[in-house]
């Protein structure tokens, strides 16, 4: 099964998909993760990735698309697997139509306050990944994370200007893919008054409708 998940930066696309990776068997791959990592590693792709994500703009179709594919062609992406961030222009859906085939696509609709809120002190663990937040969901103990100990980081692109610019350049490019999977009778939307849910909740909830589908 393929499960794409839609929504605006800090909707929770990451947080859902996590929990849903272990209760389906499915992996998770989230292209902003994929783009860290060669960000970090400084390959060439790296490099050339990094001034648009600083700048919080998107990563031209043909080089995602390129990581995308190096990622779905392993073994462990056979029975199918969950994008969280890709796809993110009507381009990019007709690229992964030639790869693969969507089966359902879960939409988060969270208001901008909320967004801005969540990302502007949102922290993230380097180790496993967790996310917490400086206001609303502290960790235990300040700065390390309560479930592996890991240390807990910032994203660089969690600042306000570029959080902004994230937030237009989804209403812009993204968005218009809401229309594109609800003409196609693939999109499934998830109410914005379950958003002060537990993860938990509101994955169990995404995992209702996808059995449903
Ligand atoms: P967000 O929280 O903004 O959804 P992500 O972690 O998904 O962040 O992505 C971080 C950055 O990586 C994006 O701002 C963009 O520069 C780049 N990126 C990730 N996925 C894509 C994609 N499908 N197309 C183009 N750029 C992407």
Same mark, same amino acid.
């Given at each position: 099964m393929i499960i794409v998940f839609l929504g605006p930066p800090g909707s929770g696309k990451g947080t859902y998909a996590s929990i849903?990776?272990?209760?389906l068997g499915i992996p998770h791959i989230s292209t902003g &993760?994929? *783009?860290?990592?060669?960000?970090?590693?400084?390959?060439?792709l790296g490099k050339e990735a990094a001034e648009y994500v600083n700048r919080g703009e998107l990563i031209p179709d043909e080089k995602i698309l390129e990581i995308l594919k190096n990622r779905v062609l392993k073994p462990d992406c056979a029975k199918g697997f969950i994008l969280d961030g890709y796809p993110r222009t009507v381009n990019q859906a007709e690229d992964l139509n030639k790869i693969a085939k969507v089966d359902i696509v879960v939409n988060l609709?969270?208001? &901008?306050? *909320?967004?801005i809120e969540r990302l502007a002190y949102r922290l993230i663990c380097?180790?496993?990944g967790a996310i917490y937040n400086e206001k609303t969901l502290k960790p235990k103990k300040p700065g390390v994370c309560d479930i592996c100990g890991g240390p807990l980081y910032k994203r660089e692109d969690d600042e306000p200007e570029v959080?902004?610019?994230r937030l237009n350049v989804?209403?812009?490019?993204?968005?218009?893919?809401?229309d594109f999977y609800k003409k196609r009778g693939l999109l499934v939307?998830?109410?914005?008054?379950?958003?002060n849910a537990p993860p938990e909740e509101v994955a169990n909830e995404i995992l209702n409708l996808i059995?449903?589908?």
């Open positions: 849903l990776t272990k209760k &993760d994929l *783009v860290r990592d060669e960000i970090k590693a400084g390959t060439k609709n969270v208001p &901008d306050e *909320v967004i380097r180790n496993c959080i902004k610019e989804y209403r812009e490019k993204t968005q218009p893919l809401i939307e998830v109410k914005t008054e379950k958003f059995n449903k589908k």
